[in-house]
């Protein structure tokens, strides 16, 4: 079981950009395809990028491509979303999770971190 823990959370005005960082630690941190959730006050917990164990593939749901990069390093046990262009609706708390499947699919991931709260002021 590997074991998540986020970073790089804060407050940005629109059109910012922030970095988040999911350190891992555990079992075979390469072995897991990685994503990043985001949860909104009242709303449901959506994907919004997707990374293979390789990172040879990613996903990026429609509301942030473009303007989104999801990344991983396997030797350093991390992934990362580099988010420029802020907007506004992009304020929720972010998760970073982890599983075994194809980085597409939100089913996949099964292990998750805390979460860490990004919030873009207008």
């Known amino acids: 079981q590997v074991q998540l823990v986020e970073s790089g959370g804060g407050l940005v005005q629109a059109g910012g950009s922030l970095s988040l960082s999911c350190a891992a630690s555990?079992?075979?941190?390469?072995?897991?395809?990685m994503g990043w959730f985001r949860q909104a006050p009242g709303k449901e917990r959506d994907l919004v990028a997707g990374?293979?164990?390789?990172?040879?593939?990613?996903y990026y749901a429609d509301s942030v491509k473009g303007r989104f990069a999801i990344s991983r390093d396997n030797a350093k046990n991390t992934a990362y979303l580099q988010m420029n262009s802020l907007k506004p609706e992009d304020t929720a708390v972010y998760y970073c999770?982890?599983?075994?499947?194809?980085?597409?699919?939100?089913?996949?991931?099964?292990?998750w971190g805390q979460g860490t709260q990004v919030t873009v002021s207008s």
């Open positions: 555990g079992r075979a941190f390469s072995t897991y395809a």
């Open positions: 999770a982890a599983g075994f499947g194809l980085a597409r699919y939100k089913s996949t991931y099964k292990t």
């Open positions: 990374i293979s164990s390789t990172g040879g593939t990613t």
